[in-house]
T-cell receptor, first 115, second 113 residues
Framework: KAGVTQTPRYLIKTRGQQVTLSCSPI?????VSWYQQTPGQGLQFLFE???????NKGNFPGRFSGRQFSNSRSEMNVSTLELGDSALYLC??????????????FGQGTRLTVV | GQQLNQSPQSMFIQEGEDVSMNCTSS?????WLWYKQDPGEGPVLLIA?????ELTSNGRLTAQFGITRKDSFLNISASIPSDVGIYFC?????????????FGQGTTLQVKP
């Protein structure tokens, strides 16, 4: 079974630009969550999508957005990039089942550097 | 954002030694997960815990879900050099209807051969 695939692995962007990151979850998983990882703040939850709907949102500005397609693939977009957006962006795929705990499996991440 | 309190922050041990790390929170969690992350890679799931008091093993790894549901610990027995990495705890508050996780700050483990 293929794991979570994130593209691209590395990205360098200039301040003010926008960027789109992609995540393909494990087959059959309908929940996709995004996290930002930085040395100072650790792993911070951005948002979760389930069946093409945003179900949870973290405490990030509106410049961070996302969407999910009917095949569960997800994209996140960051507009008007700032230097502080430099981070490892991780996508996690979950088989969410009501009434029981769920395991989240991560992709390798996209390393975004804003210069 | 909210984070779990994970300790210790770092450990430097001799190969063959046992390791213990823990996570605490002021809030109740319904699921505890433990991950290992290597440099430049995504976290890899080690152990998942779903019930208060549950003790689960995965090879040399053992983790427990605290009975108060506010803490969890991870033990690694007989450490080896490939155990080097950053270990994260993660908690989930929902009852299975969400993938949202709250993470600890991580424990960096170094093993001296």
């Amino acid at each position: 079974k293929a794991g979570v695939t994130q593209t691209p692995r590395y990205l360098i962007k200039t301040r003010g630009q926008q960027v789109t990151l992609s995540c393909s979850p494990i087959s059959g998983h309908r929940s996709v969550s995004w996290y930002q990882q930085t040395p100072g703040q650790g792993l911070q939850f951005l948002f979760e999508y389930f069946s093409e709907t945003q179900r949870n949102k973290g405490n990030f500005p509106g410049r961070f957005s996302g969407r999910q397609f009917s095949n569960s693939r997800s994209e996140m977009n960051v507009s008007t990039l700032e230097l502080g957006d430099s981070a490892l962006y991780l996508c996690a795929s979950s088989l969410v089942q009501a009434g029981s705990g769920t395991e989240a499996f991560f992709g390798q991440g996209t390393r975004l550097t804003v210069v | 954002g909210q984070q779990l309190n994970q300790s210790p922050q770092s450990m430097f041990i001799q190969e063959g030694e046992d390791v213990s790390m823990n996570c605490t929170s002021s809030s109740i969690f319904n699921t505890w997960l433990w991950y290992k992350q290597d440099p430049g890679e995504g976290p890899v799931l080690l152990i998942a815990l779903y019930k208060a008091g549950e003790l689960t093993s995965n090879g040399r790894l053992t983790a427990q879900f605290g009975i108060t549901r506010k803490d969890s610990f991870l033990n690694i027995s007989a450490s080896i050099p490939s155990d080097v990495g950053i270990y994260f705890c993660a908690g989930q508050k929902g009852s299975g209807n969400t993938g949202k996780l709250i993470f600890g700050q991580g424990t960096t483990l170094q093993v001296k051969p």
